[in-house]
T-cell receptor, first 110, second 116 residues
Framework: LAKTTQPISMDSYEGQEVNITCSHN???????ITWYQQFPSQGPRFIIQ???TKVTNEVASLFIPADRKSSTLSLPRVSLSDTAVYYC???????????FGKGTRLSVIA | NAGVMQNPRHLVRRRGQEARLRCSPMKGHSHVYWYRQLPEEGLKFMVYLQKENIIDESGMPKERFSAEFPKEGPSILRIQQVVRGDSAAYFCASSPRTGVDNTEAFFGQGTRLTVV
C-alpha cells in the first residue's frame, strides 16, 4: 500500500495560486493519484484524479512528473471558502479502500 | 440522484449503550466504506462492504463493532457498549465499483457520536 507525504499546513492570501505537493515514492504502476477536500464538519469531496502529466478541471489542476513519485495540486486564485484540509491519496488497483493520511490544512487569509 | 445519506447527523449515547449508524449509498452504488475521524486527524478506514458481504474489516476493532450491508436497506455500523473513546465523527462513502477505473468515492455528511 503506497504511502503519501504532504505538508501539515499552508497559509495563503486570497487571490493567490496555491500549490500543494505530495510525495508518493512507492507508487505502483497501476496506481492513480487522487485529491480530496474536506471542510469542517463535512465529509471529504473528490477534487481531481490523474495518472500522469497534467489534469485540469473547473476546480484545480494536477501536475504529475514522469517518474510519478510526487504530484502537485494547484488551486488558482484561492478564496476564503477554499480553507479546508486537502488529502492526497494513491489508490491501489483492485478492491482496496481509500487510505487517508492527515492531509494539508490550507488557511486562506483575507 | 441524492448523495450518500447518513443518519442521524448527531447521536448522543451514555456509556454502555448501543449506537447504530445508518448509511444509504448513492443509487446504483454497491460498495460502502466506513471511516472514523477524531478531531484534527485524518479519516481512518474501518470496514469495506459490498451487498451482503464484508470485503475488508481490517480497520475495525475486533470487539463491540460490527457492520452490515443487507440486500435491502442501508448499511449499518453498530457499536455495542459504547465508551468515551468511541466519540468521533463516522463517515460513510459509496462507489459503484473499485479498481478497474478507480472510480471516485462519494462521502456522506457523517454522524457525530458523543458518548457521555
Amino acid at each position: 500500500l503506497a504511502k503519501t507525504t504532504q505538508p501539515i499546513s499552508m497559509d495563503s492570501y486570497e487571490g493567490q495560486e496555491v500549490n500543494i505537493t505530495c510525495s508518493h515514492n512507492n507508487i505502483a504502476t497501476n496506481d492513480y493519484i487522487t485529491w480530496y477536500q474536506q471542510f469542517p464538519s463535512q465529509g471529504p469531496r473528490f477534487i481531481i484524479q490523474g495518472y500522469k502529466t497534467k489534469v485540469t478541471n473547473e476546480v484545480a489542476s494536477l501536475f504529475i512528473p514522469a517518474d510519478r513519485k510526487s504530484s502537485t495540486l494547484s488551486l488558482p486564485r484561492v478564496s476564503l471558502s477554499d480553507t479546508a484540509v486537502y488529502y492526497c491519496l494513491v489508490e491501489d488497483s483492485g478492491n482496496t479502500p481509500l487510505v487517508f493520511g492527515k492531509g494539508t490544512r490550507l488557511s486562506v487569509i483575507a | 440522484n441524492a448523495g450518500v445519506m447518513q443518519n442521524p447527523r448527531h447521536l448522543v449515547r451514555r456509556r454502555g449503550q448501543e449506537a447504530r449508524l445508518r448509511c444509504s449509498p448513492m443509487k446504483g452504488h454497491s460498495h460502502v466504506y466506513w471511516y472514523r475521524q477524531l478531531p484534527e486527524e485524518g479519516l481512518k478506514f474501518m470496514v469495506y462492504l459490498q451487498k451482503e458481504n464484508i470485503i475488508d474489516e481490517s480497520g475495525m476493532p475486533k470487539e463491540r463493532f460490527s457492520a452490515e450491508f443487507p440486500k435491502e436497506g442501508p448499511s449499518i455500523l453498530r457499536i455495542q457498549q459504547v465508551v468515551r473513546g468511541d466519540s468521533a465523527a463516522y463517515f460513510c462513502a459509496s462507489s459503484p465499483r473499485t479498481g478497474v477505473d478507480n472510480t471516485e468515492a462519494f462521502f456522506g455528511q457523517g454522524t457525530r457520536l458523543t458518548v457521555v
